[in-house]
């Protein structure tokens, strides 16, 4: 079933709507969402996308990236991605920022990240999505994309250069 998503202007303001495939076919700004999970630790929640995903196959991801669908909003697409590709519900989600990027060839994106605790919850992550997570602190992450950038999500390590406030290709856009 194909799954519609909103086409949006780079003020964020709708002005259409297409299937995925036809919005990444012909290079059109859409929505996402990212959100980082932690653990009591402080430690983020990484996935590694599954080896026959479309974009970015077997490479390290934040805890969910997700499209936002046709007239769902940034927070709907966030807590439906919690339950979809982790496993979990009632995550109380603090708004970290609004970004737009070119996270491909032919996918532009203006994104909302959200910050997540999981206070003892424990995940179920989607085995056709993800093939693994694991936790790892902000220094450990760090250290990983300085020497092996290979196998993260090019988005994902522009996201992570903003939150560490180092260089970045995204732009900053007001939340």
């Given at each position: 079933m194909a799954e519609f998503l909103d086409i949006v202007d780079n003020d964020d303001i709708v002005t259409g709507q297409a299937d995925r495939s036809t919005i990444h076919r012909l290079g059109l700004q859409h929505r996402g969402v990212h959100v980082f999970l932690f653990d009591e630790a402080g430690r983020m929640l990484v996935q590694k996308r599954s080896a026959d995903r479309a974009s970015s196959p077997s490479l390290?991801?934040?805890?969910?990236?997700?499209?936002?669908?046709?007239?769902?909003?940034?927070?709907?697409?966030?807590?439906?991605?919690?339950?979809?590709?982790?496993?979990?519900?009632?995550?109380?989600?603090?708004?970290?920022?609004?970004?737009?990027?070119?996270?491909?060839?032919?996918?532009?994106?203006?994104?909302?990240?959200?910050?997540?605790?999981?206070?003892?919850k424990s995940v179920q992550f989607d085995p056709v999505e993800i093939s693994e997570v694991r936790f790892m602190s902000l220094?450990?992450?760090?250290?990983?994309?300085?020497?092996?950038?290979?196998?993260?999500c090019g988005w994902f390590i522009e996201i992570m250069n903003w939150y560490f406030d180092k260089p970045t290709k995204l732009t900053v856009l007001k939340a």
């Amino acid at each position: 079933m194909a799954e519609f998503l909103d086409i949006v202007d780079n003020d964020d303001i709708v002005t259409g709507q297409a299937d995925r495939s036809t919005i990444h076919r012909l290079g059109l700004q859409h929505r996402g969402v990212h959100v980082f999970l932690f653990d009591e630790a402080g430690r983020m929640l990484v996935q590694k996308r599954s080896a026959d995903r479309a974009s970015s196959p077997s490479l390290m991801d934040c805890s969910v990236s997700e499209h936002v669908q046709a007239g769902e909003s940034y927070l709907e697409a966030a807590v439906r991605g919690l339950r979809e590709e982790m496993g979990v519900e009632g995550i109380d989600l603090a708004l970290r920022g609004k970004i737009q990027m070119e996270y491909g060839v032919n996918d532009y994106e203006i994104s909302v990240i959200y910050e997540g605790r999981l206070k003892g919850k424990s995940v179920q992550f989607d085995p056709v999505e993800i093939s693994e997570v694991r936790f790892m602190s902000l220094a450990e992450i760090q250290d990983e994309i300085a020497n092996q950038k290979h196998l993260f999500c090019g988005w994902f390590i522009e996201i992570m250069n903003w939150y560490f406030d180092k260089p970045t290709k995204l732009t900053v856009l007001k939340a």
